[in-house]
């Protein structure tokens, strides 16, 4: 699987924006971190005071990027992964974001704006593992 990438410091800057400003806006109005992993995580708590705010967020991710495919579909470079290889890799990343307390977002985003030395460690263990995980499949032959 090759896919062909252009560095494009706008959009980025824009996207990175973006994410601040809804992670900031959902700080200053509930309280909240923006980790997604917790925030989908505690749908199914019961006992979740803000239970009833969480799909609202998780809802309004869903429709930005469903609203970007329609309006710039090439934004979206179609990977030719197995179901199976997929399937484990999310079934990994979720077991992943128990075991460190949380998501790239509540770390990597949220944790290290407030200087946390937890979301340090945790965000450079994402990035490492991921390293990892790119430099074995391409030793593998699986990838270029």
Same mark, same amino acid.
């Given at each position: 699987?090759?896919? #062909? #990438? ?6 980025? +800057? ?24 917790? !925030? +989908?995580?505690? !749908?199914?708590?019961?006992?979740? $005071? ?12 869903? $429709? ?50 407030? +200087? ?19 430099? $074995? ?6 990838? #270029?």
């Amino acid at each position: 699987m090759h896919i #062909s #990438s252009s560095f494009t410091p706008l959009s980025a +800057l824009a996207g990175g924006a973006l994410i601040g400003l809804s992670a900031s806006i959902l700080w200053w109005t509930h309280g909240r971190v923006a980790g997604v992993s917790g !925030l +989908l995580g505690g !749908l199914v708590d019961r006992d979740g $005071a803000d239970r009833d705010e969480r799909p609202w967020f998780l809802l309004g991710l869903v $429709a930005a990027g469903a609203l970007l495919l329609v309006a710039r579909p090439s934004a979206f470079p179609s990977a030719h992964a197995p179901l199976a290889v997929t399937a484990v890799a999310g079934l990994l990343v979720g077991v992943g974001t128990r075991l460190g307390s949380g998501c790239t977002s509540g770390h990597g985003v949220c944790g290290l704006s407030r +200087l946390s030395p937890r979301s340090l460690a945790s965000t450079l263990t994402f990035l490492a593992t991921g390293a990892a995980t790119v430099l $074995a499949v391409r030793l593998l032959g699986g990838g #270029s």
